[in-house]
């Protein structure tokens, strides 16, 4: 893919905070006409930039729930051992995030079930599965403060 352009990176910035935008909106706020804007959002698309689209769901709204951040250590830390866990996180559709850390804990999980007694059967399901979970540490989230927003570009693209 060529470099981006200051246009290219506007649209990223839009899109990251209204994934619905129409293709005329979308040119208006980048000042394009819409088949070019649209053509560089396909570009973008297609070069991997743009991973997909989703809706943000009000869980408060929709169902009780209790969203749970996990510290994990693995019993064995090979290549192995760690591709087993990983690939078991897959299977578990409450574990909503899942990220490799370097420092004191091999994994930081997130996780939503209903309540916390769902919680922690879910736990000992990974516990009995032997996906290698050899000690967790449980954080129960009180109130959300900031959560999935729109990556930093200024930030991150800023020479």
Not at 54 to 59: H, K
Not at 105 to 117: A, N, S
Request: proline fraction near 5%; charged fraction near 30%; aromatic fraction near 8%.
């Amino acid at each position: 893919m060529t470099p981006l352009d200051s246009r290219d990176i506007e649209i990223l910035r839009v899109i990251s905070r209204e994934g619905r935008i129409t293709k005329a909106a979308l040119a208006e706020r980048i000042g394009l006409s819409p088949t070019p804007s649209w053509d560089r959002l396909r570009k973008l698309e297609k070069a991997g930039l743009i991973e997909g689209y989703g809706a943000r769901i009000n869980l408060r709204k929709l169902a009780p729930h209790v969203t749970v951040f996990v510290t994990a250590e693995l019993a064995d830390h090979t290549g192995a051992r760690q591709r087993i866990f990983e690939e078991a996180m897959q299977n578990y559709d409450e574990v909503t995030g899942c990220w490799a850390l370097g420092g004191g804990f091999d994994y930081l999980l997130q996780i939503v079930t209903r309540d916390i007694d769902a919680y922690q059967r879910l736990i000992d399901a990974m516990l009995d599965n032997r996906i290698g979970l050899a000690r967790y540490y449980t954080y129960i989230v009180t109130k959300p403060v900031k959560g999935d927003g729109p990556p930093p570009l200024d930030v991150l693209l800023d020479d």
